[in-house]
Nanobody, 119 residues
């Protein structure tokens, strides 16, 4: 059974940090490109960051460059999103997505974790 389980969300003050995790199971993790998306109330889902299957290449949305860092540990089937210098506009539900490198048709999503940045 395929599972993507996010954790690490919560309430943090502006300027603070959080580290999100996404634990994968039920599929060959090292064959999947991983991404973090977020969706704020009333807004469209936004791609935040992605990482290649080996972890060697990362890409970030302009809105988070220099503040967020995505990484993965293929030995633990887990990806991470280190979020620093958080802003109120980072408030959203953050979800991870797995995409098989050999086909666009095979994608899996997690349920998401809430991140709230507020004083």
């Amino acid at each position: 059974q395929v599972q993507l389980v996010e954790s690490g969300g919560g309430l943090v003050q502006p300027g603070g940090s959080l580290r999100l995790s996404c634990a994968a199971s039920g599929f060959p993790f090292s064959e999947y490109r991983m991404s973090w998306y977020r969706q704020a109330p009333g807004k469209e889902r936004e791609l935040v960051a992605s990482i290649s299957s080996s972890g060697g290449i990362t890409n970030y949305a302009d809105s988070v460059k220099g503040r967020f860092t995505m990484s993965r540990d293929n030995s633990k089937n887990t990806v991470y999103l280190q979020m620093n210098s958080l802003k109120p506009e980072d408030t959203a539900v953050y979800s991870c997505k797995a995409k098989w490198v050999y086909s666009d048709a095979r994608n899996y999503w997690g349920q998401g974790t809430q991140v709230t940045v507020s004083s």
